[in-house]
């Protein structure tokens, strides 16, 4: 039984399609991967999922209730978690605090049971000896940390990762898979917008591409990646053909 839903959702800035008739289910635990060029609508899919923006036209639903009317604190509350690609910390709380907000305000715990959570979240992402820095002090990598763990200490049972991995050295990125994977064996499905390809190969079990705002391939990582349509739009396969030899 799908927990996220997207039914025939669309949507335009002007002439620009970002999204067109998507459909898409995730399950509890699935781990899916967000592939596609520069342009190809994978942020504002994100964005429509987490109420940023509203679709034209179509539905989402999360754990079948309709997101339609829902304002994004109300859908943070309800479970769905989300990193940015450009972090947004809260620069004048350190990073405890930031983290602290998340559990309070997304997964709706008070006291010790909030800043257990918090920390668990910053032990998490590796961000616990900068727990009483300013988050205006990070650098972009840590940044980039602090948005994973506000999303985990929100409590979750989707999270949204938007381009997480970009930047860091492969030591990184190997402890970054390695707390995806550890979300999908708690049950939370992830969904991961990402360059880094080779990321998601050691993480996901389905990848999706996009292009112009429509599903190009949906299936089983290496198949998409090798298939036709996604060595098209990934300039005749070139990108592809370094992570995916042929």
């Known amino acids: ?31 899916v991967g967000i592939v596609g060029p520069n342009g190809a609508g994978k942020t ?3 964005a429509m999922v987490s109420g940023d923006i509203r679709p034209d036209a179509g539905a989402i639903f999360f754990d079948r209730v309709n997101l339609s009317h829902l304002a994004p604190a109300k859908r943070a509350k309800a479970g769905i978690g989300r990193t940015y ?15 602290l907000v998340a559990a309070q305000q997304g997964a709706r715990l008070m006291g010790r049971r909030s800043h257990a959570q918090a920390y668990e979240a910053l032990e998490r992402t590796g961000l ?8 205006g002090e ?14 985990l200490a929100s ?8 381009e997480i991995a970009g930047g860091l050295t492969d030591l990184e990125v190997n402890e970054l898979t390695a707390i995806v994977r550890e979300l999908k064996t ?21 990848l999706v591409c996009l292009a112009a705002g429509s599903i190009v391939a949906d299936g089983e990582p290496r ?7 996604v060595r098209a739009v990934y300039m005749g396969g070139k990108i592809i053909n370094e992570v995916l030899p042929t």
Do not use: C
Not at 85 to 99: I, L
Not at 138 to 151: F, I, N, Q
Not at 189 to 205: G, K, N, P
């Open 44 to 46: 504002s899919l994100f």
């Open 155 to 162: 409590g979750p049972r989707v999270v949204l990762l938007d």
């Open 85 to 99: 690609q450009v972090p947004r910390p809260f620069e004048h709380m350190t990073v405890f605090e930031n983290a």
């Open 138 to 151: 990070l650098t972009l990598l840590h940044r980039k940390r602090l948005e994973l763990a506000r999303a």
């Open 1 to 31: 039984m799908a927990l996220l839903q997207l039914v025939d959702v669309s949507k335009k800035f002007g002439q620009v399609v970002v999204a067109e008739r998507i459909s898409l289910e995730i399950a509890a635990g699935d781990a």
């Open 186 to 206: 708690e049950g939370i499905a992830v969904v991961w917008i990402e360059h880094v390809v080779r990321a998601l190969l050691s993480t996901v079990d389905r």
């Open 128 to 135: 616990a000896d900068y727990a009483n820095r300013p988050a």
């Open 223 to 229: 198949e998409v990646l090798a298939s036709d349509a």
